[in-house]
């Protein structure tokens, strides 16, 4: 069996996914603990794929109760909405294509 990195597994999970996944879907789809080694390993995973003419494709988070959208696309999950203080967050989604 070829021994791959997470990097590489996360980079080739991106590109085959059909829909934009989540840090969840990433860390449970890949076998890690936390959501935070998957945001970390994100930020090096979209500098890579540039040089292959790709890209990470991120879609924003959202505050579920009032609907706001972040509009930083970011590379973490925000704590709470600067609207409505709710900390009912659905986080950031993301794809390479
Ligand atoms: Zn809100």
Redesign the pocket.
């Known amino acids: 069996m070829e021994w791959e990195t997470t990097r590489e597994r996360m980079m080739k999970l991106l590109s085959e996914a059909s829909t934009p996944l989540s840090a969840r879907d990433i860390a449970l789809e890949l076998g890690l603990d936390s959501e935070r080694a998957v945001y970390e390993e994100l930020k090096h995973v979209a500098k890579s794929i540039r040089r292959s003419g790709k890209r990470l494709y991120i879609q924003p988070a959202y505050?579920r109760?009032?609907?706001?959208v972040f509009k930083d696309a970011q590379i973490k999950r925000p704590s709470k909405?600067?609207?409505?203080?709710?900390q009912w967050i659905e986080p950031p989604r993301f794809i390479i294509r």
């Open positions: 505050c109760k009032c609907g706001y909405c600067p609207r409505c203080k709710s």
